[in-house]
């Protein structure tokens, strides 16, 4: 079974409106232990809170979060996903755009996010799966080869008489008749 993005999708994020402030935000982050939110406008998805929002776009700039409005610092070009697409293009595409996060869409509904980490995980443990099974036909292939010589050694006294019976007896001759 292919890894597919609909399977991975996190339903249940944090989201928040944008004109909330950035210290909320941080807060409602700290209160789900979660490293985002999903800022919601009069449209829908309006951007996406990170982390690294909070660091480059708020303290580093030493902008006071308490006044600062989500929307002023969320990340507003996100890169999204159809829910049906397979985990190797939501990887490639996380490559692609130099990020770690997706924004997830059945149709013009949105489904919510799936982030490297978990996708990267899906991909190794199918992979893991497919081990285990090259594994357990290899292993059942070495040990039928390992019964078939051990057959052969059991039955290699049998074979050298058979062989030393054929070879030393006399030759057959056939008369040839006129």
Known sequence: MKCKIHSLVSESVASMDESRTVQEGVA??????????????????????TERDLITRVVSQGKDPANLKLGEVCTRDLVSISSESSCQEAIKKMHSHVCRRLVVYRGDRFMGLVNLQTVAKALADKSGRHNVLVN???????AA??????LLLYNLPNMMQLADKVTSSPPVTHSAQQ
């Open 28 to 49: 409602l982050m700290a209160q789900k232990n979660v490293g985002s939110l999903v800022i919601t406008g009069s449209n829908g998805v309006a951007g996406l809170f």
């Open 136 to 142: 357990i036909i290899g292993g059942v292939t070495f």
């Open 145 to 150: 080869a390992v019964g078939v010589i051990a």
